[in-house]
């Protein structure tokens, strides 16, 4: 039987087991008034993530440092943050760290209450478009400096033919070091709050245009 053309055989996650590995998890959360639709979709989703990192582990090997966006600390007091930001993103760092992982503090204190502080300003309805420029050059370079922040982190904490797991939204603009292989944990259930969000965008938009 002929070979089908163009068909591209992903390979085995076993033959990755040499250099260095990041298992990147795209972070969700929720809000204290976010709708029950959304939060079985968003707790359906975590379980997901922990068993797709359970996967991987048991076929590359367990997690030995841990990053998390928003988090300026390590140890114990870098867990602690965790849980007060995001408990299912706790409940995984935590597996891991059971596991003798460690997490490594990502962000510098400074740039990331420098970008926080510039993103608040943009959100500010501004007159004078002189004064909007300043605040977007602002948050754009301290952005910048941020994103080179965290790269240079992971490239020093995880050593050659380490694992390490960073949780972070997907829009971000960090480059990875390019020795670094990064295996993209998407479960099923992200596709579906990604649906959920652009259908209740939509009914919210015809909302408007109809009141």
């Not at 076993?14 to 979709?41: A, D, M, T």
Request: contains cysteine.
């Amino acid at each position: 039987m002929a070979e089908e053309l163009g068909k591209i055989e992903k390979p085995p996650v076993e033959n990755f087991k040499h250099g260095r590995k990041l298992f990147f998890v795209p972070v969700i959360y929720h809000g204290e008034s976010s709708e029950e639709e959304y939060l079985v979709k968003f707790n359906k989703y975590w379980e997901q993530v922990m068993k797709q990192i359970e996967e991987l582990a048991t076929k590359l090997g367990d997690v030995k440092k841990v990053y998390h966006e928003l988090i300026a600390a390590a140890g114990e007091e870098g867990v602690k943050a965790v849980k007060e930001l995001n408990n299912p993103s706790y409940v995984l760092v935590e597996a891991c760290v059971a596991k003798k992982g460690e997490l490594e503090a990502l962000e510098d204190a400074d740039l990331l209450t420098d970008y926080m502080d510039w993103s608040r300003c943009m959100l500010i309805g501004l007159q004078s478009p002189r004064v909007a420029n300043i605040i977007y050059d602002a948050y754009v370079e301290v952005g910048k400096k941020r994103n080179e922040h965290i790269s240079r982190k992971i490239d020093e904490t995880l050593k050659e033919d380490e694992i390490g797991m960073v949780l972070m939204r997907e829009n971000h603009h960090v480059q990875f070091p390019a020795d670094i292989q990064v295996f993209y944990v998407a479960p099923p259930a992200l596709d579906e709050i990604k649906r959920w969000l652009r259908e209740q965008e939509g009914k919210s938009g015809r909302e408007k245009e109809g009141g």
